[in-house]
């Protein structure tokens, strides 16, 4: 057999090969772990516009000690901050506790516990400017109380100011309603509530 056949005098040396832009693949996020309230906490989250307009009826931002006594899951505490208030002049007590490692998250000191006990070892000791609130409905007169045993103003010269979210049958010499919200603010309880502001 020729050698001829086994060659190949005008064999291409090169063959054109297409360059292909690769595009940089996009960042794989971890999916973070829902959050899964009980119904023991009663932990009735405050929709970020009422949230808003509660810290608006609480005040201007300043040098004021301002306490959340029911921090949830941050809603008020995101409501301050988000105002200008500073985080070093927030106190937050939350007692559940993967709500309270929510709030920390959020930069500001939490003190896991319960309201009405940390109330009662601090009642005359430790006083409160401003303080803001959606307590739990089914104690919610133990916590205006204990909340209102804490309110003073503590050198300022602004009255001392605080907000809660309460239901709508609820009355309190002194105190004024702000606003009445919709009745689909928390359809999980069907709870009607309102905003009253207290400034003894």
């Known amino acids: 057999m020729k050698k001829s056949v086994y060659s190949r005098p005008r064999k291409p040396m090169f063959i054109p090969v297409q360059h292909r832009d690769s595009k940089p693949l996009p960042e794989v996020r971890a999916i973070e772990e829902p959050l899964v309230i009980d119904r023991a906490s009663e932990c009735h989250v405050t929709p970020a ?33 988000a105002s200008g208030h500073s985080p070093n002049e927030i106190c937050a007590i939350e007692r559940h506790h ?6 920390r ?8 516990d319960c309201f009405l006990d940390y109330a009662a070892r601090i009642r005359g000791q430790v006083a409160f400017p401003r303080i803001i609130m959606n307590p739990p409905f089914s104690q919610m007169r133990k916590h205006i109380k204990a ?14 100011t605080l907000v809660a979210l309460v239901p709508i049958t609820f009355e309190h010499e002194g105190a004024e309603t702000l606003e009445f919200l919709p009745e689909d603010t928390f359809t999980t309880c069907r709870v009607r509530t309102k905003v009253m502001r207290f400034r003894p």
Do not use: I, W
Request: hydrophobic share 50%; net charge negative; glycine share 12%.
């Open 147 to 160: 909340a209102l045993s804490l309110l003073a103003r503590d050198g300022h010269d602004e009255p001392a």
């Open 49 to 81: 516009d009422v949230a808003a307009r509660m810290v608006d009826y609480l005040g201007r931002p300043g040098d004021f000690n301002t306490l959340e006594p029911s921090a949830g899951t941050g809603a008020l505490v995101t409501a301050l901050l």
């Open 105 to 112: 998250r959020l930069g500001v000191p939490v003190l896991q």
């Open 98 to 103: 993967k709500l309270a490692g929510v709030v």
